[in-house]
């Protein structure tokens, strides 16, 4: 991908967040590729469900004119038989909108086996879907295979029919008599259109939404998607909770699926790295913050190879949690320092100074809080979402200003014009350092 794509793709952006703004980039129709609408990131694995059909229901956040489905097998021990695997749009609970229900082949083939510790793509499934919509992917194993690779805070409810031959071709969802909170097998949808490309929101469980809503897709990379529509740019969602930066815990380290979770997904111009706090807070403690940057720069290196931009997210408070200790707390700002001021990130949303209690910063503001001192209420999520959106609108409008050439060195805003120079204006929590 060539940074040149990324910059056009930022300048459609801009006319859609940035009021008052032209482009002759937008008015260019855009041709039709394949683009990540929905992602999650596999992050451990559950005991199989042999002969059950699973319908997992998925949210879209940009629509086109056939999918393709990606499914997992990678923390298998033995090769995955799937038996059928289907995909619809969703009219509600486990039932299938009329003539929307089709098969997904494999190299033609109705049925496929991973092997273990690899994912697969679907052939095109020409199923024309709109932006926002639900998808029912509906898969069955005929077998016990071993552990079945999953995604366990899905904070959505999917369906299982327990017998399952012959269900995944069901319309309706009769059969789907059970109830699970986890995404099986399946990690992507990508969509064939005119998006502009994708963002990945790469993190933990304060990406994964825990502290939103379950069945409301309110988790702040879906409250993303709605904000940045109009530029018909899909985001994924790539939050592991329990994740880490440095070490491995729940799911592989950020380094370790940095590729398969992030970079290797349709369509991606820009991504959002949210991670590094279950490395202060979890154990063995992570106190070094060299480590912390020499992880960041890796990140944004790898990023950068490919062509895509990098925003650093900075890391949010957590007082009155468990595991919150004043040693901590200055890890905490010691790393966040580095995020704002280090050079390392193409941009920076300050998450900690949008989310923060003014007269506590240590704390999340209340308002934001589900109760558990860590994680975000939705309204907190809507805010966090808002923060990465300001910060995306400001590297549109320099991508647009400066052309194909400009370098920008801590030109910052936090309002409808960026300026250039040294000054920091915080705002509403968008610091951009480019």
């Given at each position: 991908m060539e940074m040149a794509e990324v910059r056009r793709a930022l300048a459609v952006l801009l006319l859609a967040l940035v009021p008052g703004t032209t482009t002759q980039t937008v008015a260019e129709p855009a041709p039709l590729a394949w683009t990540g609408s929905w992602e999650t990131a596999p992050s451990g694995t559950a005991s199989a469900l042999p002969g059950a059909a699973v319908r997992n229901v998925v949210h879209l956040s940009v629509g086109g004119t056939a999918v393709r489905i990606r499914l997992s097998n990678r923390f298998g021990t033995a090769p995955l038989r799937l038996g059928a695997v289907t995909v619809a749009r969703r009219a509600s609970g486990p039932n299938a909108v009329t003539g929307s229900l089709h098969t997904a082949t494999f190299r033609g083939a109705a049925?496929?086996?991973?092997?273990?510790?690899?994912?697969?793509v679907s052939d095109p499934v020409p199923l024309s879907v709109?932006?926002?919509?639900?998808?029912?992917?509906?898969?069955y194993t005929?077998?016990?295979?071993?552990?079945?690779?999953?995604?366990?805070t899905a904070l959505q409810t999917s369906y299982v029919a327990p017998a399952g031959a012959g269900r995944a071709a069901d319309v309706g969802?009769?059969?789907?008599?059970?109830?699970?909170?986890?995404?099986y097998y399946v990690t992507g949808v990508d969509v064939l259109g005119d998006a502009t490309g994708s963002i990945v929101a790469f993190g933990d469980s304060l990406t994964d939404g825990n502290g939103s809503t379950p069945d409301t897709n309110h988790r702040w990379p879906d409250r993303l998607a709605e904000q940045v529509r109009a530029a018909r740019l899909g985001v994924l969602n790539a939050g592991i909770s329990g994740n880490r930066l440095l070490h491995d815990g729940a799911g592989p380290n950020a380094l370790a699926r940095l590729d398969a979770d992030a970079l290797d997904r349709a369509g991606v111009r820009v991504l959002v790295v949210l991670e590094g706090i279950n490395d202060i807070k979890g154990t063995p403690t992570a106190a070094d913050v060299t480590a912390y940057a020499d992880a960041y720069r890796t990140l944004v290196a790898r990023a950068h190879a490919r062509g895509i931009r990098v925003i650093g997210v900075t890391l949010t408070p957590y007082q009155g949690f468990s595991a919150y200790t004043d040693a901590r707390e200055?890890?905490?700002?010691?790393?966040?320092?580095?995020?704002?001021?280090?050079?390392?990130?193409?941009?920076?949303?300050?998450?900690?100074?949008?989310?923060?209690?003014?007269?506590?910063?240590?704390?999340i503001l209340p308002a934001y809080d589900p109760g558990d001192h860590l994680h975000f209420n939705d309204t907190g999520m809507a805010k966090l979402a808002d923060a990465v959106r300001r910060?995306?609108?400001?590297?549109?409008?320099l991508a647009a200003?400066?052309?194909?050439g400009a370098t920008w060195i801590r030109g910052v805003s936090a309002g409808e014009g960026a300026t250039r120079g040294e000054g920091v204006t915080a705002g509403e929590g968008v610091l951009v350092d480019w």
């Open positions: 049925s496929v086996t991973i092997p273990a510790g690899q994912d697969t709109p932006a926002a919509a639900d998808l029912l992917v509906t898969v005929p077998g016990d295979d071993g552990p079945a690779t999953f995604h366990q969802g009769g059969a789907y008599t059970g109830t699970i909170s986890r995404w200055t890890v905490r700002q010691q790393v966040n320092a580095f995020i704002r001021t280090g050079g390392a990130f193409d941009a920076v949303a300050d998450a900690d100074a949008a989310l923060r209690d003014p007269t506590d910063p240590a704390r910060t995306l609108a400001v590297m549109a409008r200003t400066e052309g194909e």
